[in-house]
């Protein structure tokens, strides 16, 4: 159930390409189809859908990051639990 690691129905993810470990940056945000997309290799996460590959070399989701809102300071989002899986490419 991913609304216990949301904060008011907001999701954070991994901002690195599971594929080649590029960072994703706001640029690299498709409005139109609401997707990010890698700009190295082309791979396009639905972050409506967990993350989901779209298209693209990738072969896993992106990481969802658990985050937790502070009420007393509005706006605040804070990773609300201990990370349990690897993010990221993993580097032998």
Known sequence: DWRGDSA????????????????????????????????????????IHGGAVVSGPAKR??????VGDDLDKPGLLWISHGVIDWIGLKRT
């Open 8 to 47: 008011d129905g907001i999701l954070a993810y991994s901002a690195e390409c599971v594929y080649d470990a590029t960072v994703m940056e706001a640029k690299d945000w498709d409005a139109i189809h609401k997707l990010f997309v890698c700009p190295d290799c082309q791979s396009k996460y639905d972050p």
């Open 61 to 66: 989701e992106l990481p969802q990051v658990p």
